[in-house]
């Protein structure tokens, strides 16, 4: 089964912007849906973007994905160090049928 | 308010078993698909399984299938998951997340609850 890549370690100043891609192929990134899930250290992860651009209630702007063709971009605008964390992308595979996450991308704030 | 609670994992031999749990709260839960996913310690997220909101479709890793059967009770609203022939590289923090991440991104995710797999 397939992995989304993704590099990792991304690292810019407070008040900077980072953009995080997301590589698949036809049969995942290419036909489905990207979301975005945050991890803050020692807790679950927590959606950021769902249906490639989305943001749920509560997420900020600062916050924004875009997808084309067979990959996905995480931007994050204004860093601020409570943004250091693991973001992960994923969608699902369609063949074979199964969920697939990115290899995740650690974010340092300088 | 939305709410997934896992439970019931814990220390197991290898070969051993363990079923998990998900209670769930604050949805329609017959609605949504549920799913899996482990993270093994400083690693990443696994996808390991989900399950359609009536049941009748499951989706399995290569890593898992034929030793796990994720299930659910919609009277309960409540996600299983039943692991055996468990082996040292299934030690986890296994989280549950409502939705398939198909049709329905994981917009929920319980706190986890760790596996380990160890003699």
């Known amino acids: 089964q397939s992995v989304l890549t993704q590099p990792p370690s991304v690292s810019a100043a407070p008040g900077q912007k980072v953009t995080i891609s997301c590589s698949g192929s036809?049969?995942?990134?290419?036909?489905?849906?990207v979301s975005w899930y945050q991890q803050l250290p020692g807790t679950a992860p927590k959606l950021l973007i769902y249906?490639?651009?989305k943001r749920p209630s509560g997420i900020p702007d600062r916050f924004s994905g875009s997808k084309s063709g067979t990959s996905a971009t995480l931007g994050i605008t204004g860093l601020q160090t409570g943004d250091e964390a693991d973001y992960y992308c994923?969608?699902?595979?369609?063949?074979?049928?199964?969920?697939?996450f990115g290899t995740g991308t650690k974010v340092t704030v300088l | 308010e939305v709410q997934v609670l896992e439970s019931g994992g814990g220390l197991v031999q290898p070969g051993g078993s363990l079923r998990l749990s998900c209670a769930a709260s604050?949805?329609?839960?017959?609605?949504?698909?549920m799913t899996w996913v482990r993270q093994t310690a400083g690693k990443g997220l696994e996808w390991v399984s989900t399950?359609?909101?009536?049941?009748?479709?499951?989706y399995y890793a290569d890593s898992v299938k034929g030793r796990f059967t994720i299930s659910r009770d919609n009277s309960k609203n409540t996600l299983y998951m039943q692991m055996n022939t468990l082996r040292a590289e299934d030690t986890a923090i296994y989280y549950c997340?409502?939705?398939?991440?198909?049709?329905?991104?994981?917009?929920?995710w319980g706190q986890g609850t760790l596996v380990t797999v160890s003699s």
């Open positions: 997340a409502k939705g398939s991440g198909r049709a329905t991104p994981h917009d929920y």
């Open positions: 604050g949805f329609t839960f017959t609605n949504y698909a």
């Open positions: 399950i359609s909101g009536n049941g009748d479709d499951t």
């Open positions: 036809s049969s995942n990134i290419g036909r489905n849906y």
């Open positions: 249906e490639n651009n």
């Open positions: 994923g969608t699902w595979d369609t063949s074979p049928s199964a969920g697939v």
